[in-house]
């Protein structure tokens, strides 16, 4: 299934795409897509629903695709390439940092330049959504902790992020950098999450190319992983890494963004995304 929430941001409704590329309300079923909607019992009542009895909807808005979500867990130097782009060694374990949940937005909702950024940059990712409460899991039992996967921009802002002291989590999180959707595809629908391509252009020149197959360490294992120090809850985000083509590594000057550009990214078969760039908002 492909699941998704529309309407005005904190007013969305959930929502389903059917077969013919239909939205189809679910908000008489559901009062919104997040926590215990998410676990395996609720998806299975789902797929158990007509879609044709269900209204059509035309949204204005795709809203975020989870609701609410408890925690926006990051992964970083997940991919070798992107390791050596910054200059870094990969990692002998998986980096984690927490994206505040403030920065959660749709999928085609305008990004905000921080105030007083120069060196604001994009991220494609696969993100794992968690179905079922995830705690000391084994990593051949993970992936049946998980509800689904969508596409994450983890926009970060990089002197912020390394330049300003302490941990990662400062030039993650401004609002609207942590752009989630359209759509959360249900795991059924992706039986190998580690061969999916991934994308991102900037004002229609190609940015990022790459595939989750060269993750240093994969979903199943990042799940356990993370499992053995946080309990994960129905409706947690992990954003497991980018490939290489970030602007801080692009040579032989960085590129950042500024306001007035647009992105647009997306993973093979989870959908697109596409956001402009605007000045920050008081």
Not at 55 to 64: E, H, M, S
Not at 175 to 180: A, E, R, V
Not at 235 to 256: L, Q, R, W
Request: hydrophobic share 35%; with cysteine.
């Amino acid at each position: 299934m492909k699941l998704l929430r529309h309407g005005p941001a904190g007013a969305e409704k959930p929502a389903i795409l059917d077969a013919e590329g239909k939205i189809r309300d679910l908000s008489g079923i559901l009062s919104d897509l997040g926590g215990e909607a998410l676990s395996d019992a609720s998806l299975d009542r789902l797929r158990q629903i007509g879609l044709s009895t269900l209204p059509v909807v035309d949204p204005q808005r795709i809203g975020a695709c989870v609701s609410r979500p408890g925690k926006f867990i990051c992964v970083g130097l997940n991919y070798a390439d992107h390791a050596k782009e910054t200059g870094k060694a990969p990692p002998e374990e998986p980096i984690l940092f927490m994206k505040a949940t403030n920065a959660v937005v749709g999928p085609n909702d305008d990004v905000e330049i921080p105030r007083g950024s120069l060196k604001t940059d994009w991220e494609v990712e696969l993100g794992v959504v968690i179905g079922t409460r995830a705690k000391y899991v084994t990593e051949a039992e993970a992936l049946s902790h998980v509800a689904g996967y969508c596409v994450v921009n983890d926009v970060s802002e990089r002197a912020f992020q390394s330049e300003r002291g302490g941990q990662w989590t400062k030039g993650k999180s401004h609002d609207t950098f942590g752009p989630i959707g359209p759509w959360l595809v249900t795991r059924d629908e992706v039986p190998d999450p580690q061969n999916l391509s991934l994308w991102l252009d900037v004002d229609g020149v190609r940015r990022q190319t790459g595939n989750t197959n060269t993750m240093i360490f994969g979903v199943a294992h990042l799940v356990s992983y993370i499992s053995q120090f946080m309990t994960l809850e129905p409706g947690d985000i992990i954003a497991t890494g980018t490939p290489p083509g970030v602007g801080m590594g692009i040579k032989p000057e960085p590129v950042f963004l500024r306001a007035g550009q647009v992105m647009t990214l997306g993973i093979e078969g989870l959908g697109e995304q596409k956001q402009t760039t605007v000045e920050s908002r008081a």
